[in-house]
């Protein structure tokens, strides 16, 4: 991590005990109709760094946002979320409904060692968002510590994720501590050779990380569907595949500054195709790279994937973004799962970013196998970008 960041690690028990302890943490969890928890993972990843600071006799307030909500709105509260926390820690779990006004003072004023209190939505109130210094001082107020833990929304500058910390001495959380190690660290440092796999649907959301890769990886892997503009900037034909105009001219000017780079980039060779996209479509192999006009390609083919496993072998550090076919349908999804298997059976550092990505490991059961899978989805990517993610660079004032 970097030096001017410090970790929650290295915070004693004696500076702990009795402290108020600020925590922001990504609670922003999947819910039904009827404000059931479909998905726990989130705030499952956030317990190491709770957990340490309730052992430690911390008093410890936490803070998230749930949804995008413009003002206070019942389906939006935190409350079921303390109620599922409460199930998941051996110490007591209090709510505040409200988030820095009279009745969360109360409770964090009656808040014992070693207890949780979890305030409600940070984005119930306006400054939240505008990242407003008043509302960051108002926050700031009920702590004495700010631990930053909220990996998936470092991306914004916040009043909670990044304003609160120019008002307290602030930590970053065992989940950020380990995304910097991996997404900062082992991409900086890379053990080689260093292999990226970059797919998804679209070259518009995936060119500035495939930019930022350009001269750092050994080899550049592009999947999915972003395949199809690169392929049609060559002058390729691809049929009705996914293509983005006006993208052409920077895929091709891509390629063109992969030649003098030390990055090798691999295109698909092969493609699965249909002529009608849905689910149980008849498909066939397209060998090469010319497809017919009605053909749409849905997937890396056989000798893609041969190609694609043959380059993880050999690899140290692999990162991969992006599905390489349309993995939620089962005719589509060999590749991506070819691929997440052979990334399972690697001894190379496994680095993984972005939700489809993690989706389609996870629907493999190979979650587990990976080094490392990121919990930001754009977070990640703003990070592979090579972009300073404010949540993070506030933690680098630090104020001990
Ligand atoms: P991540 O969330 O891992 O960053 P993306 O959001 O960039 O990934 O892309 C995931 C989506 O890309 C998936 O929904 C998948 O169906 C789609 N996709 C992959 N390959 C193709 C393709 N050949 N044609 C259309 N969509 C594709
Ligand atoms: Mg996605």
Do not use: I, K, N, R
């Given at each position: 991590m970097s030096a001017s960041i410090v970790s929650i690690?290295?915070?004693?028990r004696e500076q702990l005990s009795g402290k108020r302890v600020l925590v922001r943490v990504d609670f922003n969890v999947p819910m039904d109709s009827n404000q059931a928890i479909t998905d726990d993972s989130r705030i499952r990843a956030a317990l190491p760094s709770i957990n340490f600071l309730t052992q430690n006799g911390a008093r410890v307030i936490i803070m998230s946002h749930l949804g995008q909500p413009k003002s206070p709105s019942p389906e939006f509260s935190l409350r079921p979320v303390a109620k599922w926390l409460a199930d998941l820690v051996s110490v007591p779990v209090h709510f505040a409904p409200d988030t820095v006004g009279p009745l969360a003072r109360q409770l964090v004023d009656q808040l014992g060692a070693g207890e949780i209190l979890l305030l409600e939505n940070v984005r119930f109130c306006p400054g939240e968002i505008l990242n407003d210094p008043q509302f960051s001082r108002d926050l700031a107020s009920l702590g004495d510590i700010f631990v930053q833990d909220a990996f998936g929304t470092a991306h914004r500058a916040h009043a909670s994720t990044a304003g609160v910390a120019a008002f307290l001495p602030s930590y970053a959380g065992f989940l950020i501590e380990k995304e910097l190690q991996f997404l900062d660290h082992a991409v900086r440092h890379p053990k080689r050779p260093f292999v990226a796999i970059i797919g998804g649907s679209k070259v518009s959301g995936k060119l500035a990380v495939l930019r930022h890769l350009l001269g750092k990886v050994d080899v550049l892997i592009v999947g999915g569907a972003m395949t199809y503009t690169f392929l049609k900037a060559q002058g390729h034909s691809v049929g009705k595949s996914l293509v983005e105009p006006d993208r052409l001219e920077d895929a091709l000017r891509f390629l063109n500054d992969a030649k003098s780079s030390a990055t090798k980039v691999v295109l698909p060779v092969d493609h699965v195709v249909v002529t009608e996209f849905k689910a149980d479509a008849y498909s066939v192999v397209v060998d090469g790279n010319e497809l017919d006009a009605d053909h749409i390609g849905l997937d890396i083919g056989p000798k893609t994937i041969s190609l694609v496993t043959h380059e993880i072998q050999f690899a140290q550090t692999v990162l991969w973004n992006g599905?390489?076919?349309?993995?939620?349908m089962d005719a589509f999804s060999k590749g991506t799962f070819a691929v997440a298997e052979a990334l399972a059976n690697s001894d190379a550092l496994t680095i993984v970013g972005g939700g489809d990505s993690a989706a389609a490991i996870a629907k493999c059961g190979?979650?587990?196998?990976?080094t490392h899978i990121s919990t930001g989805g754009g977070a990640s990517l703003e990070f592979l970008e090579g972009k300073v993610l404010p949540g993070i660079s506030a933690l680098e004032r630090v104020h001990v």
């Open positions: 690690s290295s915070l004693s599905p390489l076919g349309v993995f939620e190979l979650t587990a196998d990976m």
